[in-house]
């Protein structure tokens, strides 16, 4: 009896416990060695492609001059005030000297602001999640926030953008992410400066009081599904606190069983340490860099510029062979490709910005495979053939058209493997031996395969 007794209190424990450890979720703590516990979403690392915008009163002036190719229009406001940059004398001749930058924000009307366009586009061109500057460093802010008028609702397009934006976007079956921005170039509370500045409300510590409060908000409100951090820069982690930030957030997606991620940009000094992944904003050395074993991304404007410049010609936007082979070999380095377009005032995604994207989404049709769900191989490439896993399978990623035979000294198939070409019906033949590595014939067609012009994906088994 007392055996029996003691044996049903066992089993009871037993299922207390479990059922306990089952709900039990993780809890963070704002230290890095809890943040660095956290693990990012496998639905991250299997999509690959994200589209981010910069759209905001910058997209009024939209101009910058270009240096080495690259401009950064969304820093008007900042570049306009600076006699020595081109952007001062432009602001001078097209608006004169007493035209301040928030004279732009009733300008910003986002009459044709579609955002389910947006979304549809995004998954056109392949990408699998989103993501918006909620504030850039201009401080204007494209929700209703509670904790400054200068924002979307209350002034210029008065409407609440991320509102719509998030529902567009999750109704496309994509997930959305916010940009923000953690320094402002000019908020009287941050610089302590009292300039005139549209829409602040006063209150007494920039970090404490508006910059943590508005995250949190942003997170109560939407839910996002990522956070891209920026302006770190100006002070070291310990000043915005961002590891209670990082903390609350990650605790509030555990309590919905949310996989979510933040970047690296937590503080200053603190990139490439910290953070669910590491952001790589333009150059990136494909040869030198070799493999990342931690998770990064690859940030840069389709035309070289983050917000719209309407100085930009067809030539300072990649073009789709460009855009494409640097997806290719990010992606086969563990990378993964945040591509940005900059919408014009109105809201419209420009044309020279669309044309590479969707020639990437056609690609994608067809060589998705290669592409999506797949993890980096022990070997990045060899030659013009990128490397991407997925199961007992490796994919080598042609960025040249060989001829009649591709040649492979790094990999040797399973016996009796089928090697494809995506998007050409049949296997092809193929022979490996140990001095000439693998040789695939692609001797039925006299010319390459009409399905693609950009890259060839290889289909090999090797387990
Ligand atoms: O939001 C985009 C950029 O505005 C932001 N990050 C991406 C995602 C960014 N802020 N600063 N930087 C990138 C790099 C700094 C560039 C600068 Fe300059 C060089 C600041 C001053 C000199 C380029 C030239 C920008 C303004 C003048």
């Not at 908020?187 to 209150?203: D, F, M, Q, R, W």
């Not at 150059?283 to 309407?310: P, R, V």
Request: overall charge negative.
């Amino acid at each position: 009896m007392r055996l029996r007794k003691i044996l049903a209190i066992c089993l009871l424990n037993f299922f207390v416990f479990t059922l306990t450890s089952i709900n039990a979720q993780k809890v963070y703590k704002p230290t890095w060695e809890s943040l660095d516990a956290h693990e990012i979403p496998k639905w991250y690392e299997d999509s690959k492609i994200g589209l981010s915008l910069h759209w905001g009163v910058y997209s009024v002036p939209a101009w910058a001059p270009r240096l080495n190719g690259i401009s950064y229009a969304e820093w008007y406001g900042n570049r306009m005030k600076d006699p020595k940059n081109p952007t001062y004398a432009y602001h001078l001749e097209n608006y004169g000297l007493t035209f301040s930058y928030d004279n732009f924000i009733p300008q910003w009307k986002a009459n044709s602001y579609n955002p389910e366009e947006w979304a549809k586009f995004a998954k056109q061109m392949g990408a699998k999640y989103i993501f918006i500057t909620s504030k850039h460093h201009d401080g204007f802010c494209l929700w209703p926030s509670k904790y400054t008028d200068r924002n979307a609702f209350k002034m210029g397009p008065e409407k609440d953008i991320l509102g719509h934006f998030f529902a567009a976007a999750r109704k496309e079956g994509l997930k959305v992410g916010l940009y923000y921005s953690l320094y402002e170039w000019y908020n009287p509370l941050y610089t302590g400066k009292e300039i005139p500045y549209a829409g602040l409300k006063k209150v007494t510590g920039y970090v404490d009081d508006f910059m943590i409060p508005q995250i949190k908000e942003l997170i109560d409100l939407y839910h996002p599904d990522f956070f891209f951090f920026d302006g770190e820069w100006d002070h070291p982690e310990s000043f915005w606190k961002m590891k209670e930030v990082v903390a609350y957030y990650y605790n509030e997606a555990e309590k919905r069983g949310q996989s979510v991620f933040v970047n690296d940009r937590l503080g200053k000094g603190e990139r490439g340490k910290h953070g669910d992944l590491y952001n790589v904003e333009y150059g990136y050395d494909n040869e030198s860099e070799g493999l990342l074993s931690h998770k990064w991304s690859y940030w840069q404007g389709i035309a070289n510029t983050f917000g719209y410049n309407q100085d930009t010609n067809l030539e300072d936007c990649l073009s789709p062979k460009q855009f494409i082979d640097k997806v290719i070999m990010g992606v086969s380095q563990n990378g993964n490709f945040d591509i940005n377009v900059g919408p014009t005032a109105s809201g419209l995604i420009p044309d020279y910005e669309q044309y590479p994207l969707l020639e990437l989404g056609k690609w994608l049709k067809i060589n998705g495979e290669a592409i999506y769900d797949t993890r980096y191989y022990d070997i990045q490439n060899e030659g013009d053939a990128y490397f991407t896993a997925k199961n007992n399978y490796v994919y080598a990623i042609y960025l040249k058209w060989q001829g009649e035979e591709f040649v492979l000294k790094s990999l040797k198939p399973v016996e009796g493997s089928k090697i494809t070409m995506l998007g050409v019906p049949g296997e092809l033949q193929w022979k490996w031996n140990e001095t000439d590595g693998l040789i695939i014939s692609y001797p039925n067609h006299k010319s390459r395969p009409t399905s693609c012009s950009y890259a060839w994906a290889f289909k090999i088994q090797v387990k």
